[in-house]
């Protein structure tokens, strides 16, 4: 499974393309967020000291931050687009190359020209690498997209201010990480830049991809204990979706258990009626697709049926549509609208 816990499971090249090199461009320009010297000489930079309140309690950032360490790969994501550089950044086994680094984050990094960050931790998110945090001495740790713990929090408080999430744990969408970040790290007007800029890409792709318009769809993780896990709306990859123009389908919310919960299970006998155009699973290799298809009843859904079937293949694209980010999203479109629209020619609705 993805760098995304069971709870949280849990776009065309030329404009793609172009808009990532913008993400680029920006991490080069403005503010100096993170730039050695930034709200130095002993004077509180603009716009500090900042208070930032989250579901854990309220954060105050004093000055601008010098050595942020992000926990999560969207964390990491933002902050790169932000033109902030990590001292410390979370390794990511699944999608990650040998060290741990997702492909569209080397790239930033790189870009940047900067010392390469430490990575810390392992791939299990349950674990919070305490220790390598407070080694890695940061005076913010940013945790926007995380699942950190009310004890976790107090942990990580000691060591640096730290900015959890604002709702629920996995559940902070590309645009209110942008916003947060644009407040913690001092320049508001580059994170405004970044979701504008993400906005335009994808109505963009929304225009490119007219045959996706008013589509439904479930989404899943693939089968879970013998039945299908489906993600609710308040999921970030199902938002990522509608941001597209697809409406997910009434199914998934008239028949959610109560509670907050974005993720939940409906047995084999009851596929039949999980009525929908599309059904986006994602998968970490063709092998996984395949046991999905062969599993029982996952025939009987009324989208596999159509040919409505759009399977998201490989981790490190799992990752990148699973916990989308000003960064992310650029990078995974090109490869994943045509998968979304082919599912949409091939249901013929």
């Known amino acids: 499974m993805p760098a995304v816990p069971p709870s949280a499971r849990t776009v ?17 320009c403005g503010s100096g967020a993170g730039e050695p010297g930034a709200g130095g000489g002993g004077e509180v930079a603009e716009g500090f ?20 360490v992000t926990l999560s790969a969207a964390n990491t994501d933002v902050a790169l687009a932000m033109g902030v550089l990590p001292v410390a950044i979370p390794r990511t086994d699944y999608g990650g190359d040998a060290e741990g680094v997702l492909p569209w984050v080397r790239d930033a990094i790189v870009a940047h020209g900067g010392e390469f960050p430490r990575v810390i931790g392992s791939d299990d998110l349950a674990v919070v690498p305490l220790e390598e945090v407070a080694a890695a001495e940061p005076d913010l740790v940013l945790a ?25 744990p996995y559940s902070t969408g590309w645009e209110d990480q942008t ?7 001092g320049d508001p007007a580059r994170a405004a830049q970044l979701i504008d800029e993400t906005r335009a890409t994808l109505a963009g792709a929304a225009r490119e991809y007219p045959q996706l318009a008013g589509r439904t769809f479930v989404y899943t993780g693939g089968i879970d204990g013998g039945a299908l896990g489906v993600f609710r709306a308040g999921d970030v990859r199902v938002q990522l979706v509608t ?36 059904v986006i699973g994602f998968f970490a290799t063709d092998e996984e697709v395949r046991a999905f298809r062969d599993a029982p009843a996952v025939d009987t859904l009324p989208a ?9 293949v490989g981790a490190d694209r799992v990752v990148a549509s699973s916990a989308p ?12 609208l045509p998968i979304l629209a082919d599912a949409a020619i091939r249901s013929g609705t």
Do not use: K
């Not at 000291?49 to 942020?68: C, F, S, Y």
């Not at 008239?254 to 009525?275: C, F, R, W």
């Not at 596999?304 to 998201?312: I, Q, T």
């Open 49 to 68: 000291p900042a208070t930032i309140t989250h579901a854990l309690g309220e954060t105050v950032v004093p000055d601008r931050p010098q050595r942020v």
């Open 304 to 312: 596999m049926a159509r040919g409505g079937f759009a399977p998201v």
């Open 243 to 278: 941001d597209l123009g697809l409406t997910l389908a009434p199914y998934v919310e008239e028949n959610a258990p109560g509670g907050d919960e974005v993720y939940y299970t409906v047995s084999p006998e009851l596929l039949s009626g999980v009525d929908s155009d599309l």
């Open 12 to 28: 065309s090249r030329r404009g793609v393309l172009s808009g990532a090199a913008g993400l680029l461009l920006l991490a080069g």
């Open 144 to 168: 926007t997209y995380s699942g950190l713990t009310p004890a976790e929090y107090e942990q990580l408080s000691a060591i640096a201010p730290t900015i959890a999430y604002p709702d629920a």
């Open 325 to 336: 980010s000003v960064l992310s999203i650029p990078w995974v479109f090109d490869s994943y």
């Open 179 to 185: 916003r947060i970040a644009g407040e913690a790290l």
